[in-house]
Protein backbone atom coordinates (compact mmCIF):
# COMPACT_ATOMS: atom_id res chain seq x y z
CA UNK A 1 0.00 0.00 0.00
CA UNK A 2 1.34 3.29 -1.19
CA UNK A 3 -0.17 6.11 1.65
CA UNK A 4 -0.26 9.57 -0.23
CA UNK A 5 -1.50 12.59 2.13
CA UNK A 6 -4.91 12.31 1.70
CA UNK A 7 -4.98 9.23 -0.62
CA UNK A 8 -4.42 5.55 0.32
CA UNK A 9 -3.63 3.30 -2.84
CA UNK A 10 -3.47 -0.50 -3.03
CA UNK A 11 -2.26 -2.59 -6.11
CA UNK A 12 -3.03 -6.44 -5.08
CA UNK A 13 -2.53 -8.39 -8.48
CA UNK A 14 -5.23 -6.96 -11.05
CA UNK A 15 -6.84 -4.83 -9.16
CA UNK A 16 -5.57 -1.03 -7.63
CA UNK A 17 -7.73 0.90 -4.95
CA UNK A 18 -7.48 4.29 -4.89
CA UNK A 19 -8.99 5.25 -1.44
CA UNK A 20 -10.23 9.24 -0.83
CA UNK A 21 -9.19 9.34 2.63
CA UNK A 22 -9.67 12.73 4.28
CA UNK A 23 -13.03 12.22 5.71
CA UNK A 24 -13.25 14.95 8.44
CA UNK A 25 -13.57 17.02 5.46
CA UNK A 26 -15.93 14.78 3.51
CA UNK A 27 -12.84 13.77 1.25
CA UNK A 28 -13.15 17.37 -0.34
CA UNK A 29 -10.67 17.42 -3.00
CA UNK A 30 -7.64 19.77 -1.89
CA UNK A 31 -4.83 20.67 -4.45
CA UNK A 32 -3.38 18.41 -2.38
CA UNK A 33 -5.50 15.86 -3.13
CA UNK A 34 -5.49 16.37 -6.57
CA UNK A 35 -1.58 15.83 -7.02
CA UNK A 36 -1.97 12.82 -4.74
CA UNK A 37 -4.76 11.43 -7.40
CA UNK A 38 -2.13 12.17 -10.22
CA UNK A 39 0.45 10.21 -8.59
CA UNK A 40 -1.74 7.33 -7.70
CA UNK A 41 -2.71 7.22 -11.26
CA UNK A 42 1.08 7.00 -12.41
CA UNK A 43 2.21 4.62 -10.40
CA UNK A 44 -1.02 2.19 -11.91
CA UNK A 45 0.16 3.02 -15.10
CA UNK A 46 3.78 1.70 -13.86
CA UNK A 47 1.87 -1.73 -13.55
CA UNK A 48 1.40 -3.03 -16.49
CA UNK A 49 -1.32 -6.36 -15.08
CA UNK A 50 -3.43 -3.94 -13.46
CA UNK A 51 -6.62 -4.56 -15.31
CA UNK A 52 -9.58 -2.79 -12.77
CA UNK A 53 -9.24 0.35 -10.63
CA UNK A 54 -12.03 1.05 -8.04
CA UNK A 55 -12.36 4.35 -6.27
CA UNK A 56 -13.81 4.61 -3.17
CA UNK A 57 -14.16 7.07 0.13
CA UNK A 58 -13.59 6.75 3.74
CA UNK A 59 -16.08 7.23 6.04
CA UNK A 60 -19.63 7.92 5.50
CA UNK A 61 -18.75 10.08 2.20
CA UNK A 62 -18.03 9.23 -1.17
CA UNK A 63 -16.22 12.39 -1.93
CA UNK A 64 -17.60 16.13 -1.31
CA UNK A 65 -16.41 17.64 -4.37
CA UNK A 66 -13.96 20.65 -4.85
CA UNK A 67 -12.64 21.63 -1.95
CA UNK A 68 -15.01 24.81 -1.62
CA UNK A 69 -12.05 26.77 0.69
CA UNK A 70 -8.87 25.27 -0.38
CA UNK A 71 -9.18 25.66 -4.40
CA UNK A 72 -12.01 28.36 -4.82
CA UNK A 73 -12.25 30.99 -1.84
CA UNK A 74 -8.82 31.22 -0.23
CA UNK A 75 -6.92 31.26 -3.79
CA UNK A 76 -9.13 33.02 -6.16
CA UNK A 77 -7.42 36.60 -5.40
CA UNK A 78 -4.31 34.64 -6.71
CA UNK A 79 -5.35 33.97 -10.44
CA UNK A 80 -2.08 31.78 -10.95
CA UNK A 81 -2.81 29.20 -8.08
CA UNK A 82 -6.53 29.37 -8.59
CA UNK A 83 -5.64 28.00 -12.22
CA UNK A 84 -3.23 25.94 -11.40
CA UNK A 85 -5.60 23.74 -8.71
CA UNK A 86 -8.64 23.52 -11.57
CA UNK A 87 -6.35 22.69 -13.87
CA UNK A 88 -4.64 20.01 -11.77
CA UNK A 89 -8.28 18.85 -11.01
CA UNK A 90 -9.37 18.58 -14.79
CA UNK A 91 -6.47 16.92 -15.91
CA UNK A 92 -6.75 13.88 -13.35
CA UNK A 93 -10.57 13.46 -14.64
CA UNK A 94 -9.14 13.46 -18.69
CA UNK A 95 -6.60 10.33 -17.01
CA UNK A 96 -9.28 8.41 -15.24
CA UNK A 97 -11.48 8.94 -18.43
CA UNK A 98 -9.05 7.21 -20.92
CA UNK A 99 -7.36 4.68 -18.27
CA UNK A 100 -7.11 1.28 -19.96
CA UNK A 101 -7.85 -0.44 -17.08
CA UNK A 102 -11.93 -0.88 -16.26
CA UNK A 103 -12.97 1.51 -13.48
CA UNK A 104 -15.39 1.35 -10.71
CA UNK A 105 -16.61 3.98 -8.33
CA UNK A 106 -17.33 2.08 -5.21
CA UNK A 107 -20.32 5.07 -3.83
CA UNK A 108 -19.93 4.84 -0.03
CA UNK A 109 -21.50 8.02 0.99
CA UNK A 110 -22.17 11.58 -0.02
CA UNK A 111 -21.26 12.36 -3.70
CA UNK A 112 -21.13 15.95 -5.15
CA UNK A 113 -19.38 18.23 -7.67
CA UNK A 114 -16.62 17.16 -8.68
CA UNK A 115 -17.23 14.45 -6.47
CA UNK A 116 -20.22 13.43 -8.85
CA UNK A 117 -17.82 13.74 -11.67
CA UNK A 118 -15.62 10.93 -10.47
CA UNK A 119 -18.08 8.66 -10.46
CA UNK A 120 -19.77 9.20 -13.07
CA UNK A 121 -16.56 9.22 -15.61
CA UNK A 122 -15.77 5.55 -14.33
CA UNK A 123 -17.02 2.38 -16.42
CA UNK A 124 -19.05 1.08 -13.74
CA UNK A 125 -20.83 2.95 -10.13
CA UNK A 126 -21.87 0.38 -7.28
CA UNK A 127 -23.39 2.53 -4.58
CA UNK A 128 -25.24 2.14 -1.59
CA UNK A 129 -28.62 3.02 -1.74
CA UNK A 130 -28.22 5.78 1.20
CA UNK A 131 -25.41 7.73 -0.50
CA UNK A 132 -26.26 10.88 -2.11
CA UNK A 133 -25.50 12.50 -4.98
CA UNK A 134 -25.63 16.01 -5.93
CA UNK A 135 -24.64 18.75 -8.63
CA UNK A 136 -24.95 21.42 -5.93
CA UNK A 137 -23.25 24.31 -7.94
CA UNK A 138 -26.25 26.10 -8.56
CA UNK A 139 -26.69 26.13 -4.47
CA UNK A 140 -24.08 28.48 -4.65
CA UNK A 141 -24.21 30.23 -7.53
CA UNK A 142 -22.20 28.76 -10.10
CA UNK A 143 -23.19 25.70 -12.75
CA UNK A 144 -21.66 22.54 -13.15
CA UNK A 145 -18.51 22.66 -14.47
CA UNK A 146 -15.09 21.35 -15.49
CA UNK A 147 -16.33 18.15 -17.15
CA UNK A 148 -19.13 17.99 -14.20
CA UNK A 149 -22.03 18.98 -17.18
CA UNK A 150 -20.35 16.50 -19.60
CA UNK A 151 -20.51 13.67 -17.04
CA UNK A 152 -24.29 14.26 -16.62
CA UNK A 153 -25.09 14.81 -19.99
CA UNK A 154 -23.60 11.62 -21.02
CA UNK A 155 -24.74 9.52 -18.10
CA UNK A 156 -28.66 11.01 -17.59
CA UNK A 157 -31.23 11.44 -19.56
CA UNK A 158 -31.69 15.47 -20.84
CA UNK A 159 -34.62 15.66 -18.43
CA UNK A 160 -33.23 14.34 -15.53
CA UNK A 161 -29.67 15.87 -16.15
CA UNK A 162 -30.73 19.50 -16.45
CA UNK A 163 -33.56 18.86 -13.22
CA UNK A 164 -30.97 18.00 -11.06
CA UNK A 165 -28.02 20.61 -12.60
CA UNK A 166 -30.85 23.72 -12.48
CA UNK A 167 -32.31 22.81 -9.00
CA UNK A 168 -29.31 21.57 -7.02
CA UNK A 169 -31.37 18.58 -5.57
CA UNK A 170 -29.64 15.62 -4.33
CA UNK A 171 -31.23 11.96 -5.03
CA UNK A 172 -30.04 9.01 -3.31
CA UNK A 173 -27.88 5.88 -4.96
CA UNK A 174 -31.29 4.08 -4.98
CA UNK A 175 -32.48 6.61 -7.56
CA UNK A 176 -29.06 6.46 -9.17
CA UNK A 177 -29.55 3.49 -11.02
CA UNK A 178 -32.79 4.65 -12.36
CA UNK A 179 -31.26 8.20 -13.26
CA UNK A 180 -28.14 6.53 -15.36
CA UNK A 181 -25.57 7.74 -12.93
CA UNK A 182 -25.33 3.83 -11.33
CA UNK A 183 -25.00 0.67 -12.31
CA UNK A 184 -25.98 -1.09 -9.26
CA UNK A 185 -27.20 0.13 -5.89
CA UNK A 186 -27.22 -2.17 -2.65
CA UNK A 187 -27.39 -1.60 0.50
CA UNK A 188 -24.60 -0.21 2.33
CA UNK A 189 -24.08 -3.48 4.36
CA UNK A 190 -23.60 -5.18 1.48
CA UNK A 191 -21.67 -2.48 -1.27
CA UNK A 192 -17.90 -4.35 0.41
CA UNK A 193 -19.32 -7.84 -1.18
CA UNK A 194 -20.82 -6.81 -4.07
CA UNK A 195 -18.21 -4.94 -5.50
CA UNK A 196 -15.92 -7.67 -4.85
CA UNK A 197 -17.91 -10.21 -6.96
CA UNK A 198 -18.03 -7.28 -10.24
CA UNK A 199 -14.12 -6.87 -9.34
CA UNK A 200 -13.63 -10.62 -9.39
CA UNK A 201 -15.44 -11.46 -12.32
CA UNK A 202 -13.08 -8.41 -14.51
CA UNK A 203 -10.28 -9.79 -12.92
CA UNK A 204 -11.09 -12.95 -14.40
CA UNK A 205 -10.85 -11.50 -18.36
CA UNK A 206 -8.13 -11.01 -20.54
CA UNK A 207 -6.72 -8.09 -19.69
CA UNK A 208 -6.73 -7.05 -23.73
CA UNK A 209 -9.94 -7.95 -24.34
CA UNK A 210 -11.19 -5.71 -21.52
CA UNK A 211 -8.91 -2.56 -22.67
CA UNK A 212 -9.80 -3.27 -26.71
CA UNK A 213 -14.17 -3.50 -25.56
CA UNK A 214 -13.49 0.18 -23.45
CA UNK A 215 -11.47 1.62 -26.91
CA UNK A 216 -14.53 0.39 -28.71
CA UNK A 217 -16.99 1.54 -26.89
CA UNK A 218 -15.81 4.77 -26.55
CA UNK A 219 -15.31 5.15 -30.72
CA UNK A 220 -18.56 3.87 -30.74
CA UNK A 221 -20.32 6.85 -28.96
CA UNK A 222 -18.30 8.83 -31.35
CA UNK A 223 -18.56 7.20 -34.76
CA UNK A 224 -21.24 6.60 -37.32
CA UNK A 225 -22.16 2.89 -38.14
CA UNK A 226 -20.30 2.38 -40.86
CA UNK A 227 -16.59 3.67 -39.31
CA UNK A 228 -17.31 2.41 -36.13
CA UNK A 229 -17.35 -1.77 -37.82
CA UNK A 230 -14.32 -0.74 -39.34
CA UNK A 231 -12.62 0.21 -35.93
CA UNK A 232 -14.46 -2.79 -34.35
CA UNK A 233 -12.87 -5.13 -36.96
CA UNK A 234 -9.36 -3.60 -37.36
CA UNK A 235 -9.47 -3.95 -33.27
CA UNK A 236 -10.29 -7.21 -33.20
CA UNK A 237 -7.33 -8.13 -35.20
CA UNK A 238 -4.94 -6.46 -33.46
CA UNK A 239 -6.58 -7.93 -30.26
CA UNK A 240 -5.90 -11.62 -31.84
CA UNK A 241 -2.33 -9.87 -32.94
CA UNK A 242 -1.65 -9.07 -29.17
CA UNK A 243 -3.03 -12.22 -27.42
CA UNK A 244 -1.52 -14.64 -29.71
CA UNK A 245 -4.87 -15.57 -30.77
CA UNK A 246 -6.32 -16.71 -27.41
CA UNK A 247 -9.63 -16.33 -28.07
CA UNK A 248 -9.61 -18.73 -30.98
CA UNK A 249 -6.48 -20.89 -29.79
CA UNK A 250 -8.08 -21.47 -25.79
CA UNK A 251 -11.42 -19.45 -25.20
CA UNK A 252 -13.30 -21.17 -28.38
CA UNK A 253 -10.68 -24.18 -27.75
CA UNK A 254 -12.44 -24.62 -24.70
CA UNK A 255 -15.82 -24.32 -26.20
CA UNK A 256 -14.73 -26.91 -28.39
CA UNK A 257 -14.84 -28.96 -25.28
CA UNK A 258 -17.80 -27.69 -24.05
CA UNK A 259 -15.59 -26.84 -20.72
CA UNK A 260 -18.00 -24.07 -20.57
CA UNK A 261 -21.08 -21.94 -21.74
CA UNK A 262 -20.09 -18.69 -22.62
CA UNK A 263 -22.99 -17.17 -22.32
CA UNK A 264 -22.62 -17.79 -18.92
CA UNK A 265 -19.29 -18.32 -17.91
CA UNK A 266 -15.97 -16.98 -18.87
CA UNK A 267 -13.12 -19.60 -20.29
CA UNK A 268 -10.23 -20.07 -18.26
CA UNK A 269 -7.31 -18.08 -18.29
CA UNK A 270 -4.18 -18.24 -16.32
CA UNK A 271 -2.35 -15.34 -17.08
CA UNK A 272 1.25 -15.11 -15.04
CA UNK A 273 1.74 -11.35 -13.41
N1 LIG B 1 -15.33 21.83 0.58
C1 LIG B 1 -14.78 22.16 1.75
N2 LIG B 1 -15.15 21.62 2.95
C2 LIG B 1 -16.10 20.68 2.90
C3 LIG B 1 -16.70 20.26 1.72
C4 LIG B 1 -16.28 20.88 0.50
N3 LIG B 1 -16.75 20.53 -0.70
N4 LIG B 1 -17.60 19.30 2.01
C5 LIG B 1 -17.57 19.13 3.33
N5 LIG B 1 -16.66 19.96 3.89
C6 LIG B 1 -16.30 20.13 5.29
C7 LIG B 1 -17.37 20.89 6.08
O1 LIG B 1 -17.27 22.26 5.84
C8 LIG B 1 -17.01 20.48 7.48
O2 LIG B 1 -15.85 21.18 7.87
P1 LIG B 1 -15.68 21.71 9.41
O3 LIG B 1 -15.64 20.47 10.24
O4 LIG B 1 -14.38 22.45 9.39
O5 LIG B 1 -16.88 22.58 9.68
C9 LIG B 1 -16.63 19.00 7.31
O6 LIG B 1 -16.30 18.85 5.94
C10 LIG B 1 -17.75 18.07 7.64
O7 LIG B 1 -18.88 18.43 6.87
P2 LIG B 1 -20.32 18.76 7.49
O8 LIG B 1 -20.98 19.78 6.61
O9 LIG B 1 -20.19 19.10 8.94
O10 LIG B 1 -21.01 17.34 7.35
P3 LIG B 1 -22.57 17.03 7.16
O11 LIG B 1 -22.66 15.56 7.33
O12 LIG B 1 -23.42 17.89 8.02
O13 LIG B 1 -22.89 17.41 5.62
C11 LIG B 1 -22.42 17.50 3.28
C12 LIG B 1 -22.23 16.73 4.59
C13 LIG B 1 -23.89 17.51 2.88
C14 LIG B 1 -21.58 16.74 2.22
C15 LIG B 1 -21.91 18.97 3.44
O14 LIG B 1 -20.62 18.94 4.00
C16 LIG B 1 -21.85 19.75 2.15
O15 LIG B 1 -22.88 20.25 1.69
N6 LIG B 1 -20.64 19.83 1.53
C17 LIG B 1 -20.51 20.52 0.27
C18 LIG B 1 -20.82 19.57 -0.88
C19 LIG B 1 -20.75 20.31 -2.20
O16 LIG B 1 -21.58 21.18 -2.47
N7 LIG B 1 -19.76 19.93 -3.04
C20 LIG B 1 -19.56 20.55 -4.34
C21 LIG B 1 -18.29 21.29 -4.31
S1 LIG B 1 -18.08 22.23 -5.80
C22 LIG B 1 -17.38 21.21 -6.92
O17 LIG B 1 -17.05 20.10 -6.68
C23 LIG B 1 -17.19 21.73 -8.32
Known amino acids: MTSFTHVELTIKDAVATIQLNRPEKKNALNP ?17 GVKVIVVTG ?3 AFCGGMDLEKCFLEPFDEPEAFDASNQLA ?8 KFPAAT ?3 VNGWCFGHGFQLAGLCDIVVTAEEAVFGMSEINFGIFPGGGTMWVAAHNMGRKQALYYALTGESFTGLQAVSLGMATRAVPKAELDAEVDAIVASLAGKNVHALRTTKHVYESAVELDFPKSIDVELAKLYELSY ?7 RKALEQFKRRAYRPGLQSYTIDEER
Open 32 to 48: EMHQNIHDALTEIEHDR
Open 58 to 60: TGD
Open 90 to 97: VSWSRRLK
Open 104 to 106: VAK
Open 242 to 248: LTENEWI
